[in-house]
Each structure stands twice: as structure tokens, then as C-alpha cells.
């Protein structure tokens, strides 16, 4: 099984930015994609982000042009650069394989981003 540790969350203003990063304890190289998740309280986790192998990247609506997905598979790291933040991103943010469970990817504990004043 693969375990992933995100980090990077935190508080932060509307308008501001962050980096999270999610680190795996395996190879993630043989992963076609990897994605960020996220999960809001009362709602049901959905993905905001996607990165293929060949670098090809997909985002939800709600955040396409603010943020940024990027992979390094020799780091087995994964990357959500968040610009623009808005109130509404408050959420946890997870990383996973998309979709889910792909070589037995666990859901890590998550890291907390919180947009307010």
C-alpha cells in the first residue's frame, strides 16, 4: 500500500495563496493520474484537480484559472499551487490517484485550508 502525508494548509485571506504538497511513501510513477481532493463540511469530497503522466492537467470549474496541479514522480510529490483563494475553498484538501485506490493508494489525513478574514 501506498501512503500519502498532505501539508501545506492553513489560514489564509481571501485573495491570498498557498502550496500544498502531498508526498507519497511509493512510487507514484506508475500512476496515471494523480488528483487533489477536497472535502467541505457537509458536503461530499469531489475532485478540484487532476495531473496525468504526460503532464496534461485537469481542474474543476470552481477553480480552473486560480489553480495549479503539478506531479514530480521522481519525488513521488504532488503539488496544488492555490491562488485567488476564495472563502468557498474552505475545505480539507486531499491527494489520491484518480480515481481513488489506484495500487492501493490510501487517503491521508488531509490538510486544512481555510479562507477568512
Known amino acids: 500500500q501506498v501512503q500519502v502525508v498532505e501539508s501545506g494548509g492553513g489560514l489564509v485571506q481571501p485573495g491570498g495563496s498557498l502550496r500544498l504538497s502531498c508526498a507519497a511513501s511509493?512510487?507514484?510513477?506508475?500512476?496515471?493520474?494523480m488528483g487533489w481532493y477536497r472535502q467541505a463540511p457537509g458536503k461530499q469530497r469531489e475532485w478540484v484537480a487532476l495531473a496525468d503522466r504526460g503532464g496534461s492537467t485537469n481542474y474543476a470549474d470552481s477553480v480552473k484559472g486560480r489553480f495549479a496541479i503539478s506531479r514530480d514522480d521522481a519525488k513521488n510529490t504532488v503539488y496544488l499551487q492555490m491562488d485567488s483563494l476564495k472563502p468557498e475553498d474552505t475545505a480539507a484538501y486531499y491527494c489520491?490517484?484518480?480515481?481513488?485506490?489506484?495500487?492501493?493508494?490510501?487517503w491521508g489525513q488531509g490538510t486544512q485550508v481555510t479562507v477568512s478574514l
Open positions: 511509493g512510487s507514484i510513477s506508475s500512476i496515471n493520474i
Open positions: 489520491n490517484s484518480f480515481p481513488p485506490g489506484v495500487l492501493h493508494i490510501n
